[in-house]
């Protein structure tokens, strides 16, 4: 008797135990981020909450093209889409007892059914594709959390921030054509944290083409002379391409006016057009575009109704061999993505 009453201790006490542990999960919330919506194009998996988000109305959002990781460096993939637009990135937490093949089927199915072709899917080995999007693309970078954190059955705590991961992941990209513009989505879904916590982390980034909002900066013929005089060169802000593109936006026109004003100002001016680009995607290729809108500015400035004459400009492009910021973030990208007016 006496072994059978010291054993009903301590099953009372480990159950005891079990509900301190039940109570300490309940105390964690767990509830969207505040002001944080689903993208109208894609919802949640069913039961999910809203982890984490960031949002741009017009951002430089490059995903990856296939998944192909550079064989010189494992943690960047090989090709990347360079995209720009309106970018929607955001991090559910799908319910406990749910599996990262459960809430992957279902997406997939979405969005086929929603239209949307597939670019790449990879199902098994895909860690190092996760390593990739976190320190090349720097995914989570200038997201907002929820408060709160992924609690295990067993009562631990994880930070919202180290939900997505490499554990189990799939990852696929995506894209949909809406009204003659593709949208692009990157979707990957791994165990949130950790096994422990039996619960599915799952990133959605969603990239919408959209013209970037201009006329948000004057151009001054004086400022470029200052320029020139103090370094002999300078930045040329108001020239704008699309995505990949060589072909002069209409919007460019405010800084090709200033540019033919600086060079009638000063006939004795010869200067080099020098293109220059991040090092998102193959060299080579960049090389060739930095050239072709180096080229095309000589010809805008060299046409009618400025007529500059041609042996004045010459074109060349540098492609990534001239940053002026690192080319880790978004930030330091859009910084090495310009066109320099460079004295002879």
Known sequence: MPYIHRLASALLAALTGLSGIAALAADVPVADLPGAQDHPLISRFAGSWLAGQFKADWEASP????????????????????????VTRTIYIAPVGKSVTEVWRNYQQALAQAGFKTLYACEQGCANLYFALARQLKIEQGM?????????PEGNRYSLNGALG?????????SLNRGGREVHVLLHVSLANNPSTRQVATLLDIVEPRAMATGQVAVDPAALQAGLAAEGRVTLTGLFFDTGKTELKPESKPQLDAMAELLKAQPALKAWIVGHTDNVGAFDANEKLSLARAQAIVAALTAAPYKVDAKRLAPRGLASLAPVAGNGDDAGRAKNRRVELVAQ
Not at 63 to 86: I, M, S, V, Y
């Open 63 to 86: 995903l990856p093209a296939a998944a192909e990781l550079d064989p010189k460096n494992g943690d960047r993939f090989k090709t990347l889409l360079p995209l720009e637009g309106a």
């Open 144 to 152: 907002q959390w929820a408060k709160g954190y992924v609690t295990s």
């Open 166 to 174: 490499a554990g189990e992941a799939r990852q696929l990209v995506a």
